[in-house]
């Protein structure tokens, strides 16, 4: 289980850098709709890329 963890963390990595690397009024109806996703719950990009 140690490469999941590591996937995860690298994931919630790759979600704090895309959501600062972009000026907020582009990215926040993209979070908006990502994090809305899936019964309310966080979608970890990687997660995404694989649906």
Request: charged share 10%.
């Amino acid at each position: 289980m140690e490469i999941f963890s590591d996937v995860i963390h690298f994931d919630h990595q790759l979600f704090l850098i895309l959501n600062g690397a972009f000026p907020r009024t582009w990215l926040d109806p993209i979070m908006t709709a990502v994090t809305d996703m899936g019964n309310g719950a966080y979608q970890f990009p990687i997660g995404l890329a694989i649906l």
